[in-house]
């Protein structure tokens, strides 16, 4: 599955318009024979299954390769930006599970009461909306209107201490409460069958939105991580998209494929742990 999934990204980007070296290539004051030995340097002039097979090769050897943009290796590129994109995420996916499960629960409890029936219209609501809108808006009123929290994350963050700490978890507090809502409503309704049925059966389809859910929070960040302008990862791929740098789009969005793939394949292997009935051949 993950080879296909490389063989059809790599064509796309491969065939897609544009041209990393383009701004070279309509540069006067770069010799023509400077863009050509550069193309041929990175091997794009070589034949599309040529380049396929040795940057599939490569990548098996953990070479992901160079940023045209960045001159470094993307490798290095995507380790400067992981740190905060785990911080972010994981702390949006904590912030889903702690919301979820209690509203979940007493939904459960009482159905069809005034409570249930406003957590319902909120989960409908907080699912339907997109994370950019929900974004636009937290900018709006917490940083505009009441000006609370800063709408641009730093990294270069002037303080030690205690207050470097505070600092990042302001600046934080946005981009993580429009993913973790998110996450939260969507997983509402699943959630309160752990009250209606016994636990073990019950986590069958917790685990379906979780492991489905932590690829989709990754991809989610895309767009949060560009509106806030956290330097991550997904502020990272939106860069190299624009900027045609194909090594780290490549690398990025395989790597999203690689989770997609992977907790699909552990949420399958839980169901056996979980509901004995279920029996692999």
């Not at 796309?12 to 340097?41: C, K, M, S, W, Y």
């Given at each position: 599955m993950l080879a296909g999934i490389s063989l059809?990204?790599?064509?796309?980007?491969?065939?897609?318009?544009?041209?990393?070296?383009?701004?070279?290539?309509?540069?006067?004051?770069?010799?023509?024979?400077?863009?050509l030995q550069l193309r041929h340097q990175f091997g794009l002039d070589d034949p599309l299954p040529v380049?396929?097979?040795?940057?599939?090769?490569?990548?098996?050897?953990?070479?992901?390769?160079?940023?045209f943009v960045s001159r470094v290796n993307v490798t290095t590129l995507i380790m400067q930006r992981l740190p905060t994109t785990?911080?972010?995420?994981?702390?949006?996916?904590?912030?889903?599970?702690?919301?979820?499960?209690?509203?979940?629960?007493l939904s459960a409890v009482r159905p069809y009461s005034i409570f249930d029936q406003i957590a319902t219209t909120f989960a409908f609501i907080g699912f339907s909306l997109p994370t950019f809108f929900t974004g636009l808006?937290?900018?709006?009123?917490?940083?505009?209107?009441l000006d609370w929290l800063p709408f641009i994350y730093r990294a270069d963050i002037g303080?030690?201490?205690?207050?470097?700490?505070?600092?990042?978890?302001?600046?934080?507090?946005?981009?993580?409460?429009?993913?973790g809502l998110f996450q939260g409503a969507k997983g509402l309704s699943e959630r309160?069958?752990?009250?209606?049925?016994?636990?073990r059966n019950a986590l069958i389809p917790v685990v379906t939105l979780v492991a489905l859910q932590?690829?989709?929070?990754?991809?989610?960040?895309?767009?949060t991580e560009q509106i806030f302008r956290v330097p991550g990862i997904g502020s990272l791929l939106i860069?190299?998209?624009?900027?045609?740098?194909?090594?780290?789009i490549m690398a990025i969005t395989f790597v999203f494929s690689c989770l997609v793939v992977l907790f699909n394949l552990a949420a399958d292997l839980l169901y056996g742990w979980l509901d004995p009935r279920i029996s692999y051949r």
């Amino acid at each position: 599955m993950l080879a296909g999934i490389s063989l059809v990204l790599f064509a796309i980007l491969a065939l897609a318009p544009g041209d990393p070296f383009e701004e070279l290539a309509t540069n006067p004051n770069v010799p023509r024979e400077v863009a050509l030995q550069l193309r041929h340097q990175f091997g794009l002039d070589d034949p599309l299954p040529v380049r396929y097979a040795r940057w599939f090769g490569s990548m098996l050897h953990g070479d992901w390769g160079f940023s045209f943009v960045s001159r470094v290796n993307v490798t290095t590129l995507i380790m400067q930006r992981l740190p905060t994109t785990l911080f972010v995420l994981g702390s949006a996916q904590l912030l889903g599970i702690l919301v979820a499960l209690p509203i979940g629960t007493l939904s459960a409890v009482r159905p069809y009461s005034i409570f249930d029936q406003i957590a319902t219209t909120f989960a409908f609501i907080g699912f339907s909306l997109p994370t950019f809108f929900t974004g636009l808006l937290f900018i709006l009123f917490f940083s505009i209107y009441l000006d609370w929290l800063p709408f641009i994350y730093r990294a270069d963050i002037g303080a030690a201490g205690w207050r470097w700490w505070w600092e990042h978890a302001r600046q934080a507090i946005m981009p993580v409460a429009v993913l973790g809502l998110f996450q939260g409503a969507k997983g509402l309704s699943e959630r309160a069958t752990i009250v209606k049925h016994a636990v073990r059966n019950a986590l069958i389809p917790v685990v379906t939105l979780v492991a489905l859910q932590i690829p989709t929070i990754f991809t989610g960040a895309v767009i949060t991580e560009q509106i806030f302008r956290v330097p991550g990862i997904g502020s990272l791929l939106i860069t190299s998209i624009l900027a045609n740098d194909t090594p780290v789009i490549m690398a990025i969005t395989f790597v999203f494929s690689c989770l997609v793939v992977l907790f699909n394949l552990a949420a399958d292997l839980l169901y056996g742990w979980l509901d004995p009935r279920i029996s692999y051949r």
